[in-house]
Nanobody
Framework: VQLQASGGGLVQSGDSLRLSCAASGGTFSNYGMGWFRQAPGKEREFVAAINWSGGRTYYADSVKGRFTISRDNAKNTVYLQIDSLKPEDTAVYYC?????????????????WGQGTQVTVSS
């Protein structure tokens, strides 16, 4: 499975962004999907995950209420809607796929990774 993340950019505090991750080369609905982020000088951290059908989601405490993960299996795409952006959201955002019916928060459970898209939030 190949993953292509897009939608990042330079925005101001309080703005919104929608990140997309397009998958190819596999049966998208076989995969649970996740978003992670890595800020400069920090380790990669879990942000959100969604199960194969979109019926279950899970979020890191730090983003609950501002981030929304969703997927469109007909378009082989997972999305991350980010509202009320803060400077501390600045990071490279990665999408990942896990061949499982479950939701995972640990990066080691994911089988495939996209290349990342940069989100920079100015204050």
């Amino acid at each position: 499975v190949q993953l292509q993340a897009s939608g990042g950019g330079l925005v101001q505090s309080g703005d919104s962004l929608r990140l997309s991750c397009a998958a190819s080369g596999g049966t998208f609905s076989n995969y649970g999907m996740g978003w992670f982020r890595q800020a400069p000088g920090k380790e990669r951290e879990f942000v959100a995950a969604i199960n194969w059908s979109g019926g279950r989601t899970y979020y890191a405490d730090s983003v609950k209420g501002r981030f929304t993960i969703s997927r469109d299996n007909a378009k082989n795409t997972v999305y991350l809607q980010i509202d009320s952006l803060k400077p501390e959201d600045t990071a490279v955002y990665y999408c990942a796929a896990a061949m499982s019916l479950l939701i995972y928060t640990k990066s080691s459970y994911y089988d495939y990774w996209g290349q990342g898209t940069q989100v920079t939030v100015s204050s």
